[in-house]
């Protein structure tokens, strides 16, 4: 790679399921104020802006980078949105990323967000389906999503128990994060009695609806040092897609999350991902999908994800601690949700996540999607 | 470590039409995927990555780039949609091959606002609370702007009616662009009112197309047998959401975009044998070939008349064929296909080109590119 | 140049699409003060504190500088124009209120677009029985004698407006091109399910598609596939939103026909929801019911219903 790029500061908005006191624009200025104080540094000292979002339906405003340009002070430098569905904050940090690497800036601003409290989320994210194959049965993502989950279980052993106690394991963790706005353990059993929307999937499978916004600082090795001497470098990233009908596609398992870890794992030289990490955030758009990706992550093998769970390995104090953070179980503003994983990932390599810090954490996996669960993507974040 | 050099190898473009109504969304961009590749010999497992650039809001579909992975060829690679006019796509692929990450990215862009309310999709870049309501629009920005820039210069609409027929005329002779008739002087002026002074003439016209484009690192581009074209210079910048908080009479991003890329390129002046450049309106290319520095304030018009010196948009431009999300990415392809097949466009030796492409109502952002070959 | 194939003529008109989206937006404090005193006849701006520019209508941030630091003020309802043009949504122009460092655009009314000229005085017109919307300023009108105005400070301002009801309308009209032309057509006329065969293999793909997703190569000749099938994915949805087609509960199904090697989303019926969970699973064995309504979509399928023909 041509030249090292680090996160040099991290920001988050303070998420919840209405914020009534600022516009779109005005989440995405908090977001961006608290990245640049983190990083020490001025908007004048921005060279680019990535805005990622997730898609427009949601929101109603189309190129929605355009509108917030002004709020975040952002004229006159380059600012381009990136779109890549609910991953889409993991894909624009990829886009900064290059950006730096190619020599094209020294310092680029990420921001994504999601106000989704300002539109109908199902019926706006069902227009996903082909308007002529499908889009009359279209259950947002929920439907698939639950379908997909549904034919794991035969096969994979990813039962509602499983799934269960990735949900508890989330909210529990969530308590100990300042940025979630859902705040509140349960049980196994309370997951499994709870009400179901598609089922399998049931009410505390979902993680919340939420406004939020999250910027980082992605910086140059040279521009680092005035705002941090421990960044989060990165040692590797990318986002890989399937086709979402291509014959064969597999339901069972998310080939490119599969491709995306092999590659991005050899560039970084990670051979053995469950001892070599210390820390693991993922993005689970519902607790099914934290099961599958253990196994397309290489944390355990395909079949065990169940067992991996249960074994309490990936809780808070096991030893390869997955949503430390409380995952999206703890806020779910979509469109920013891929870049949250990306920050409470990188907090852990520059030691600043307070009480979501994992003791000596100095490699750090975030993982990230959207789409048809079909955009895959991850970063592997080192001290 | 300096960045890697970067190619455009190869490209292929739909006719851009007023309708492709008995295609699809994928039709158009799998066939021009299909033909990016002929005579370089390479093809599609070579490809390390895609960009792509379009539209959920004209395509009718949320996250549409989802649905057409198959038609980009995208299956089991690295995608990632940049959603603008197709040339801040291949400014994402040129900074990720120069980062060494890969060595051939295939870019696409495509457009069908056909199918769609093709002023909706600027209306819902408004925001909603003021300017919206008031039907404040492309169309509102870009009259205003041309009445300011006719007032200021001492210019009449007749003026950009000679603009329109000479853009129309060259893309009916060198682009592949559906014209029905070249139209003429009077047929500008007597065309409806779009957005006073400007008739529906002087706007640029919406058409369905796509367009991909092969980026190589410098290691390929030397080992296939096929001319390069290589990007030297790279720039790009927003203006305010605002419109009424711009610069007046000037496109101030548009200017600071091209000092990047020409600074970037080591050029001290624009003195390119081409340009390929993009607008909402007449009076808007106008602007765009001052802010570029092709011509003096005021006098982009002379540029009409001008023997030698810079040659602007032999393909027409986007007057005669805007197909939204890809016209920036069409002005690369234009620019690239013009430095390697001269002759085909009536151009003696060139060396080198300015790509401009850009977004937004009123021509908020702005994207150059500069290509040597 | 773009193949077609012409083995089959396509007159299948387009396909219309509405998306009508309801949305609840947040305007911000700013904005929303400008909304809430819009029915008290008040048009207010902010003062930014740094750049000390004034801006009106009032925003959250300094278009100039982003700048966020703000005080409210009350402008005057006169001003200049400095800018106007028309379009099919009328009279446009941008007004310069007095006082203010910023244009305000808006319509402008009661006056011929011949009458207009940049740096006319001009005044706000206001809607009668209109609240919470900039349309409660109708536009501004040609006022050749007003007085120029001057920015106060906005006295016991109005609670900012936090929701402002939205609905997006966006209509479409897709193509259907000559594979899903042909598709429907046969749907709707011969109650057939017609595929392509893959490029290498003996599946068909459906929808049928002019190139393989996963090679690229062309797709071959048009087949039938089977109007039986096999549950490959399901859900059981009770979950109520808006746009929905169906009341809950019911069965999304993905199904992969026989003879197809890709899937088709629909609904399986017909059975005891209160066992759906149990009769339908990943690989149950279904069959389509035909409506007898035809419309050429894949809603001329009521829904699949479970058969029991052991053939997996």
């Not at chain 1, 600022?22 to 680019?48: P, T």
């Not at chain 2, 002023?119 to 003021?130: D, V």
């Not at chain 3, 930014?48 to 959250?60: I, L, N, T």
Request: proline letters at 6%; aromatic letters at 8%; a neutral charge.
């Amino acid at each position: 790679m041509g030249r090292h790029v680090g996160i040099v500061g991290l920001g988050q908005t303070h998420h919840s399921r209405r914020r009534t006191d600022v516009s779109q624009a005005g989440l995405v200025r908090e977001a961006v104020d608290r990245a640049l104080a983190d990083a020490k540094l001025a908007m004048e000292d921005i060279d680019s802006v990535v805005v990622a979002t997730g898609p427009v339906l949601f929101a109603a405003v189309n190129q929605p980078e355009k509108w917030v340009c002004d709020a975040i002070g952002a004229s006159q430098k380059p600012l381009v949105r990136i779109t890549s569905g609910g991953g889409t904050g993991l894909a624009g940090a990829l886009a900064g990323y290059y950006q730096i690497a190619g020599g094209f800036a020294e310092r680029v601003l990420v921001v994504a967000y999601d106000k989704l409290s300002e539109g109908a989320l199902q019926y706006s994210i069902s227009t996903l389906y082909d308007p002529f194959w499908g889009r009359e049965f279209a259950v947002g993502i929920m439907g698939f999503s639950a379908a997909y989950w549904r034919a794991r279980m035969d096969v994979l052993g990813h039962t509602e128990e499983a799934a269960a106690m990735v949900a508890v394991k989330n909210r529990k963790n969530a308590m100990r994060n300042p940025h979630a706005h859902v705040k509140k353990e349960v049980t196994v059993e309370e997951v499994l009695a709870s009400k179901p929307l598609a089922w399998p999937i049931k009410l505390l499978d979902v993680p919340p609806i939420s406004d939020g916004a999250a910027a980082i600082v992605l910086s140059s090795e040279k521009a680092a040092a005035k705002s941090t001497d421990r960044p989060a470098w990165i040692r590797g990233m990318g986002y890989f897609c399937e086709a979402d009908n291509a014959p064969s596609r597999s339901m069972v398992v998310s080939e490119p999350l599969a491709i995306a870890a092999r590659r991005i794992y050899r560039a970084a030289g990670i051979t053995n991902p469950r001892r070599q990490f210390d820390v693991v955030e993922v993005q689970e758009p519902y607790t099914c999908f934290e099961l599958s990706y253990y196994e397309s992550l290489g944390l355990c093998a395909p079949g065990e994800a169940a067992a991996l769970i249960k074994s309490g390995a990936t809780q808070f104090d096991g030893d390869i601690p997955v949503n430390p953070s409380g995952g999206c179980a703890g806020a779910n503003p979509i469109g920013a949700a891929g870049l949250i994983r990306v920050i409470e990932a990188a907090s852990q390599v520059m030691g600043k996540a307070d009480q979501m810090q994992i003791p000596g954490a100095k490699l750090a996996l975030a993982q990230s999607g959207g789409g048809w669960a079909n955009l895959r993507g991850l970063a592997v974040l080192a001290a | 470590m300096t960045p890697s050099k970067v190619a455009v190898i190869s490209s292929a473009q739909t006719e851009l039409r007023s309708a492709w109504s008995e295609a699809q969304h994928i039709d158009l961009i799998s066939s021009v995927v299909a033909g990016v590749f002929k005579g370089t010999g390479l093809d599609l497992d070579d490809v390390d990555f895609i960009i792509d650039s379009g539209s959920d809001v004209l395509d009718g579909r949320s996250i549409s780039n989802c649905g057409f992975l198959g038609a980009m060829g995208a299956h089991h690679k690295e995608e990632s949609r940049v959603e603008e006019d197709g040339l801040w796509a291949a400014l994402y692929g040129a900074t990720k091959i120069a980062a060494g990450g890969a060595d051939i990215g295939l870019i696409i862009a495509y457009s069908k606002p056909s199918e769609s309310d093709f002023n909706a999709f600027y209306a819902t870049q408004c925001e909603p609370f003021y300017q919206r309501p008031v039907g404040f629009d492309h169309r509102a920005a870009s009259g205003m702007q041309a009445q300011r820039y006719l007032a200021k210069h001492k210019l009449a609409p007749k003026d950009l009616a000679g603009l329109a027929v000479k853009r129309w005329s060259d893309a009916s002779r060198y682009a592949k662009v559906q014209i029905p008739s070249v139209p003429s002087e009077m047929d500008v002026l007597a065309s409806v009112n779009v957005a006073r002074p400007l008739t529906k003439l002087m706007m640029s016209r919406p058409v369905d197309g796509a367009v991909a484009v092969l980026l190589v690192s410098e290691e390929i581009a030397r080992r296939i047998n096929r001319t390069p074209v290589w990007i030297t210079g790279l720039g790009a910048s927003a203006d305010r959401h605002s419109f009424a908080a711009r610069s007046a009479g000037a496109l101030e991003a548009c200017e600071k975009a091209a000092k990047t890329a020409y600074a970037r390129a080591g050029w001290k002046r624009p003195e390119a044998s081409l340009a390929e450049l993009g607008a909402s309106s007449a009076v808007g290319e106008l602007m765009v070939m001052e802010a570029l520095g092709l011509a003096k304030p005021g006098h982009g018009i002379d540029l009409l008349k001008s023997e030698g010196g810079t040659v602007v948009n032999r393909s027409g431009g986007s007057l005669p064929a805007d197909p939204i999300m890809a016209t920036g990415l069409v002005r690369l392809a234009e620019a690239s296909r013009q430095l390697l097949y001269p002759d085909t466009y009536d151009l003696r030796n060139p060396s080198s080109a300015i790509v401009h492409g850009w977004g937004g109502v009123g021509m908020q952002t702005h994207c150059v590119v500069t290509l040597e070959a | 140049m773009l193949p077609i194939p012409s083995a089959h003529p396509i007159d299948m008109p387009a396909f219309k699409s509405v998306l009508s989206m309801p949305y609840t937006l947040t305007p911000g404090k700013a904005v929303g003060s400008f909304l809430a005193e819009i029915g008290r006849r008040r048009i207010v701006g902010s003062k930014f504190k740094k750049s000390g520019k004034v801006v009106v209508p009032a925003q959250d941030f300094c278009p100039f500088s982003g700048d966020s630091e703000f005080e409210l003020i009350e402008a005057p309802t006169t001003g200049a124009l400095t800018a106007f043009t028309e379009t099919d949504a009328g009279m446009i122009g941008l007004i310069r209120i007095d006082g203010s460092d910023v244009d305000f655009p808006h319509r402008l009314v009661g006056a011929a677009y011949g009458d207009l000229s940049v740096g006319m005085r001009v005044e706000a017109v206001w809607a009668p029985d209109v609240e919470k919307s900039i349309l409660g300023i109708e536009g501004f009108r040609p006022a050749p004698n007003a007085p120029v105005g001057k920015i106060r400070s906005l006295e016991a301002p109005a609670a900012p407006i936090e929701v402002v009801p939205y609905t997006l309308d966006l209509h479409y009209e897709h193509a259907f091109g000559p594979y899903y032309g042909r598709l429907f057509d046969e749907i709707k006329t011969n109650r057939r399910i017609m595929g392509v065969r893959a490029p290498d293999g003996d599946g068909a793909f459906l929808p049928p598609r002019e190139i393989c997703d996963i090679t690229h190569k062309p797709t071959g000749t048009w087949v039938e596939v089977k109007q039986t099938g096999t549950v490959r994915a399901m859900s059981v949805i009770y979950l109520e939103f808006k746009g929905q087609k169906q009341p809950p509960p019911y069965i999304y199904a993905e199904i992969m026909l026989d003879g197809a090697t890709t899937r088709l989303i629909h609904t399986v019926a017909g059975l005891d929801m209160k066992r759906a969970k149990e009769l339908v699973k990943p690989g149950t064995r279904v069959r389509a019911v035909w409506r007898d309504k035809r419309t050429g979509s894949l809603d001329d399928i009521s829904h699949f219903e479970i058969i029991d023909d052991k053939a997996g």
